[in-house]
């Protein structure tokens, strides 16, 4: 047993990270929408594992520091055998796995099922949106929801009405929701927070069903008295509100709007014109309920201490298994042990970075998951130092259990009994 490393697989672990990486990146950004994210995940992981542990069996092919020439000559293929299902295979179900946990609701939380659209139809409207691009934006959003969701819209002025009380999603009813709001116009009148709030919290709670999470989308242009306990029956029920400020130029309209988001754990979003309400209302329904173990996971789950602390020992779980599936593609205790506890180190790392870094911009949250890979692959490959590594037993067994050879000295005296008693005869 001893302490070594392999410099050369260092390096191939880095670079087959690095094409992981890229891999999976396409992968995430082709297919988030289009694959059931416990696939994606899993293969995602799987994808990082293969490149990973590919370059690293070819390092040792090259250069076997770890296993020794003679597992170059007899084992290595081997190893080649065992590198799809110890990777790509093995990874694959442990992401799968770990990304079905992932999804699991934990602590009372619920995943978001109904969407209520509070839609600020005052006389300011006909300036500030003049194209009724809001109503689109609306019908965009609930054409694109799945046919598990229900929507409820509730339009305010002075007064606030349901124009659609919770209906569910389907192909019937998006026809009809449609119709609504092609007939909806812009009223006259004022803005009145209050009353829209209170009638949208009327609607939840006559419709109420433990079962689904709520959600509500607030627009508005405008500024309006509010007392923040009116806020106070969204934060029992932990609905969060997302707020959307349109062309507002008023700052106290944009301090409220804000308040309102972040008292009940929504986000608050700034539109300058109103062409950009669509794609707004779309981004806020696509990141509704949403969390991966390598993406941005949304409110309510977000500031929820269980995930925080089950997606960093989620992560752990599978670099450690990445580590041991490369071990046993080497056919090697010793490496599956040393390699397995790197990779819990590395992963524990790893979702702490993924825990803090994930779900600012698009851009950081890419290298991100960059640096999370690299921490992966360095950790593992060099974790030989921390905990020594020997030849496989299975081999030391093979070699000793073939008997010695004699030696020189016992032939002789053989031939000579031998032949002293025939002489004798």
Known sequence: MQRKVNWLMVLFSLIGGAIGFIVGEWLIHSYFDQMPRVLLIGLYFGIISLFIGGFCLLAETISPKLNGASWRQRYAGLSWKLFVPATLVLMFLGGLGGEAIYQIGF???????DVVVVIDNSGSMRATDPQNQRFQAVKNMINSMDDDKRVGIIEFSDQANVVLPLTEIN???KQQINATMDAMQTTSGGTNFTGALDTAM????AQNDDTRGTVVIMLSDGYSALDMSALAPYQAKSISINTVGLNLTDAGGTNLLTDIASQTGGNYYNVADASQLPQTFQQIYDTLDKRTLVTERSEPFYSNLYYVILHVILVMLLGALMGVGM???FDNRFLARSFGIGGGVAGLLAGWLLEWGIGKTDWTDGVIRFLAVM????????????VPIGENSKRMIKSSSTPPPPTPSEG???????SSGTFQR
């Open 107 to 113: 602590n009372g939380v619920k995943s978001i099922r």
């Open 171 to 173: 192909d019937a009813s």
């Open 202 to 205: 009327q609607q939840i709670t």
């Open 327 to 329: 071990g046993l593609m």
């Open 375 to 386: 921490i992966l692959a360095f950790i593992i490959a060099m974790f030989t130092l921390v």
């Open 412 to 418: 002789p005296r053989r031939r000579r009994g031998t």
